[in-house]
């Protein structure tokens, strides 16, 4: 696990995971173009997840490549990089079970999703965020739930609408998850290594 650990460290690496990313990025803004088209002002921070979510990381990637860290965007990202990656390969599985199949994009996104979270969790052991911004994340991931899912805001899988409460209820346990996670990889581990010396 160290050498992947080097291996992403290093400033090559750095640049491409940074520019990936990017692309990324743009490309989720640019899906969720449609609905921030329908959606009240006040409410357009919260609509697109998954774009946000390596937005966050893009900072993270700079201050790296600054040789500095940034504790609440490195919090947020891992976060909702998990929650959001593992939520899109969660829902276009659903879509394949509930239809018998997905187009080549539902594929695409599952990999690409599920990469999200994978990233996230790799790149954990450079992050130093503290409980107080892991408390800050959480406040903005529950919020998110609640705007998506108590104001109707959440993404459009028009074939998975009759489930939209289960969904909700799923999602609110993903939060849930991913924060325990975040808590366990960056917290949790930094305070067992310091007991030990």
Do not use: C
């Amino acid at each position: 696990m160290r050498w992947i650990s080097y291996i992403l460290g290093q400033r090559g690496m750095l640049r491409l995971v940074l520019a990936v990313n990017f692309i990324g990025t743009v490309y989720g803004y640019y899906w969720y173009m449609p609905q921030l088209m329908d959606t009240p002002a006040r409410f357009l921070i919260f609509v697109p997840d998954s774009p946000t979510a390596t937005f966050f990381f893009l900072f993270v990637l700079l201050a790296f490549l600054m040789k500095r860290n940034a504790p609440l965007f490195e919090a947020l990202a891992l976060v909702t990089l998990v929650k959001y990656g593992l939520w899109a390969v969660g829902m276009n599985v659903f879509v394949l079970i509930e239809m018998g199949q997905v187009p080549w994009e539902g594929y695409m996104l599952i990999a690409s999703h599920f990469a999200m979270a994978v990233q996230g969790v790799l790149y954990s052991p450079y992050f130093r965020f503290r409980l107080w911004h892991l408390a800050a994340a959480a406040v903005w991931t529950l919020h998110n739930d609640a705007i998506d899912y108590l104001f109707g805001m959440m993404p459009r899988y028009s074939m998975l609408s009759a489930y939209t409460h289960e969904i909700g209820y799923a999602t609110f346990w993903l939060s849930i998850f991913s924060l325990g996670l975040a808590y366990y990889l960056v917290i949790f581990k930094k305070r067992m290594k310091l007991d030990l010396h």
